[in-house]
């Protein structure tokens, strides 16, 4: 099993800045890919952003230039820093692991973008 612990999520006002992080433990494989997803009330889960062990990445559409995703393999942690937030990223964000074997998700933290 892999155990995802999330952290970093909080009320922000727009235009403010949060940055998320994501310690990961336990059967990592060597080759994987961990990310980003967020889930706002009565809507779809999304995918925000991934990041491969290699450091590869790929954003929604909806945040690109304004979130940036990046890793620590040494530390098995996977960070997001987000700026310039929009009362739309209002969700809450979930941390995934991936490989070719299995997948696994964290608790997930809560963001609140508002004045």
């Known amino acids: 099993q892999v155990q995802l612990v999330e952290s970093g999520g909080g009320l922000v006002q727009p235009g403010g800045s949060l940055r998320l992080s994501c310690a990961a433990s336990?059967?990592?494989?060597?080759?994987?890919?961990m990310g980003w997803y967020r889930q706002a009330p009565g809507k779809e889960r999304e995918l925000v952003a991934r990041i491969t062990s290699a450091g590869g990445t790929n954003y929604a559409d909806s945040v690109k230039g304004r979130f940036t995703i990046s890793r620590d393999n040494a530390k098995n942690t996977v960070f997001l820093q987000m700026n310039s937030l929009k009362p739309e990223d209002t969700a809450v964000y979930l941390c995934?692991?991936?490989?070719?074997?299995?997948?696994?998700w964290g608790q997930g933290t809560q963001v609140t973008v508002s004045s």
């Open positions: 995934n692991y991936g490989d070719y074997a299995k997948m696994y």
């Open positions: 336990g059967s990592m494989f060597r080759f994987n890919t």
